[in-house]
């Protein structure tokens, strides 16, 4: 039997997926190690001090993801050996510090704008708190034009300057910025008078608590926003806002846990206009009443509603909802009320939907 060469033993190899057979795959011997690495597409990096010693053994990769200590030393050497990156996922539970002054590039900016250098096929960027300031964002969009996925959440360097930045993405389907509490209306602004404008279907503001009534009723410039999460962006967060977004035609899912100051008032706006809406999360809303609630009945797309926290909803206006909404599979509530609510009327409801 002839020895199979390189392209023949690849196009066999990209049949296995299986992380422990391409493993022992690679246990062959020399050829196949070689060609196992230059086949595989996605890498999840557990040990980051050993980069530079195998990184160079997978040169065709497009996914990349490590969740532990990274350096700017180890994204130069992403950059340098694998430009086809198209996906890289830095996101971590440990909250890595960095500075936002521009001119430092200390924590992980030099390295973002090496990566933004050398790898221009990046669609999907992840990098929950790692820290990022502003350079690194307006670093990332200068070259990022097929970026259509992008995590930033909990990177409290980020201000409205990179929002301008973002502004100018015009592939963005995808933004996080949960947590990134220095940016105000004007970044909202910026991003609604941007390209994003046109592509944006998911965006996270929730923690920003320096957004007011003024930056929320920008977003319905952003009309193909599909999904919306405004939670705990604090008490300048009212009906006066509340109410634009529902001029939001194709809302599916919304989260507007924690907005104290949200009412009735902008509930009944939603569920007369919103009328795509699938999941709502009301959590913490005290102003919330039975009336509000009520404006679901007979929404034809509602699927599930989160009202734990809502001190004003009674156990009577939970089933007049379920009962005259067949959309509804799922409800969710705290404790305090669902040991108010009568064991008929629990079984009543349940035979309809899900009470959580």
């Given at each position: 039997m002839?020895?199979l060469?390189d392209?023949?033993?690849?196009l ?5 997926h299986?992380?422990?057979d ?9 050829q196949?190690?070689?060609v ?5 597409l ?14 160079p ?7 990349i993801e490590?969740?532990?200590?990274i ?7 992403v950059?340098?050996t694998?430009?086809n990156i ?8 440990k909250m890595?510090d ?8 200390s ?6 704008q090496a990566?933004?250098n ?5 669609r999907?960027?992840y990098?929950?708190?790692r820290?990022?300031?502003?350079f690194?964002?307006v670093?990332l969009?200068?070259?990022?034009e ?6 930033l ?11 301008g ?12 910025l949960?947590g990134c509490?220095m ?7 910026m991003?609604?008078?941007g390209?994003?404008a046109r592509?944006l279907?998911?965006l996270?503001?929730a ?10 009723s920008r977003?319905r410039?952003?009309?193909c926003l599909?999904e919306l ?10 009906d ?5 977004l529902a ?10 846990s924690?907005?104290v100051?949200i ?6 706006a939603?569920?007369?206009?919103c009328r795509?809406l699938?999941?709502?999360d009301?959590?913490?809303c005290e ?14 797309s509602?699927?599930?509603l ?17 009962l005259?909404?067949?959309s ?26 899900t009470?959580?």
């Open positions: 002839e020895k060469g392209d023949e033993l690849g066999i190899i990209n049949w296995v299986d992380h422990n391409r493993k022992l795959i690679s246990q062959v011997c020399k196949w190690f070689r196992e690495g230059r086949t595989r996605s890498i999840r990096v557990l040990e980051p001090e050993f980069l530079h010693n195998f990184l053994r997978f040169p065709n990769l497009v996914s490590a969740s532990g200590e350096s700017n030393a180890h994204l130069e050497c950059a340098q694998c430009p198209e996906v890289l996922n830095l996101n971590t539970r890595q960095d500075s936002d002054d521009s001119d430092d590039l924590g992980l900016n030099g390295g973002i990566i933004a050398g790898c221009r096929k990046l999907k960027v990098l929950r708190r820290g990022i300031g502003n690194g964002v670093s969009l200068k070259f990022g097929n970026l259509t996925e992008l995590d959440g909990r990177c409290s360097g980020i201000t409205d300057q990179a929002l930045s973002i502004g100018s993405a015009n592939s963005l389907r995808v933004l996080n949960r509490w940016i105000t209306d004007s970044g909202m602004a991003l609604a008078n390209s994003p592509t279907k998911k996270i503001i923690e920003c608590e320096r957004i007011t009534d003024n930056g929320i977003l410039q952003i009309s599909e999460n405004l939670a705990e962006c604090g008490p300048a967060v009212t006066t806002g509340g109410v634009t001029g939001i035609p194709n809302l599916k899912r919304l989260n507007l924690w907005l100051n009412s009735d008032v902008t509930l009944i939603i569920a007369e206009h795509k699938i999941a709502l009301l959590t913490g102003f919330i009443t039975g009336e509000g609630i009520r404006g679901f009945v007979d929404h034809e509602l699927e599930e989160v009202l734990v926290s809502c001190v004003n909803v009674s156990e009577s206006d939970v089933e007049m909802l379920v005259g909404s067949p509804l599979k799922y409800v969710k509530l705290d404790k305090r009320l669902r040991m108010r609510m009568p064991t008929a009327t629990q079984e009543n409801v349940s035979r309809f939907c009470l959580d």
